[in-house]
C-alpha cells in the first residue's frame, strides 16, 4: 500500500506522455538536470567557503600518540591556566 508499483509508474509516465507530448520530454528533463546540478554547485559553493573560515580561524596543534591533532582556539582553549579543586594552579 506504501509503495508504487511498476504498473503504477507506467500509468504515470503515459499520462505525462499524453499531457507534455513526447516531443517535449527531453527539454523538461534537460532543465530538470541544469537545476540539480546548478543546486549541487551552490552547495559546494557553501561547504567550501564554511572549510575557508576553518582553514584562516588560529588553531592549537596537540601531539598524542605520534599523531597530530588541530583544535580552533576557542575563549576555552586560549586560557592558559586554570584552577584546580585543590587550589593549585594547573596548565590547561
Given amino acids: ?10 500509468i504515470i ?8 507530448g513526447a516531443g517535449r520530454l527531453p527539454k523538461i528533463g534537460e532543465g530538470l538536470g541544469k537545476g540539480i546540478k546548478s ?4 552547495m559546494k559553493g557553501l561547504n567550501e567557503e564554511e572549510e ?9 596543534t596537540k601531539v598524542v600518540k605520534g599523531k597530530v591533532h588541530r583544535e580552533k582556539l576557542t575563549a576555552k582553549t586560549t586560557k592558559v591556566a586554570k584552577s ?3 587550589g593549585k594552579k594547573t596548565k590547561a
Fill in 1 to 10: 500500500m506504501g509503495g508504487f508499483s511498476l504498473l503504477h509508474w507506467v
Fill in 84 to 86: 584546580s579543586p585543590k
Fill in 39 to 42: 543546486f549541487r554547485d551552490q
Fill in 52 to 60: 575557508e573560515k576553518e582553514d584562516a580561524s588560529p588553531k592549537k
Fill in 13 to 20: 509516465l503515459f499520462i505525462v506522455v499524453v499531457l507534455f
